[in-house]
């Protein structure tokens, strides 16, 4: 069993950042790859990044390349989503999974998701 808690949301400007983590329990966090994904009001839950269990491969969705960064400290077990130049269109709430598949880019291969974090970007 895993369990995700998320934090690091709230309000910002556009063009600020955020720095998001997940932070999991158990002890068996390094075995999984951890994806983030978003939901915006009256939209499906949508990729954003994931990375491999040891943190070696990562991928992102187009719409946020160049700009978000995930990564993980399998001693803190924690993955973080460092956000830059935030747009309005990222306001949703970030969700964070966990899953033996891989770095996937599919919500239905996660096993365990997070509760979820609120962000917000002002134009």
């Known amino acids: 069993q895993v369990q995700l808690v998320e934090s690091g949301g709230g309000l910002v400007q556009a063009g600020g950042s955020l720095r998001l983590s997940c932070a999991a329990s158990?002890?068996?966090?390094?075995?999984?790859?951890v994806g983030w994904f978003r939901q915006a009001p009256g939209k499906g839950r949508e990729f954003v990044a994931a990375?491999?269990?040891?943190?070696?491969?990562?991928n992102y969705a187009d719409s946020v390349k160049g700009r978000f960064t995930i990564s993980r400290d399998n001693a803190k077990n924690t993955v973080y989503l460092q956000m830059n130049t935030l747009k309005p269109e990222d306001t949703a709430v970030y969700y964070c999974?966990?899953?033996?598949?891989?770095?996937?880019?599919?919500?239905?291969?996660?096993?365990?998701w997070g509760q979820g974090t609120q962000v917000t970007v002002s134009s």
């Open positions: 158990g002890r068996t966090f390094s075995s999984y790859a």
């Open positions: 999974g966990a899953t033996t598949s891989g770095s996937s880019r599919l919500k239905a291969v996660y096993d365990y």
């Open positions: 990375i491999t269990y040891s943190g070696s491969s990562t």
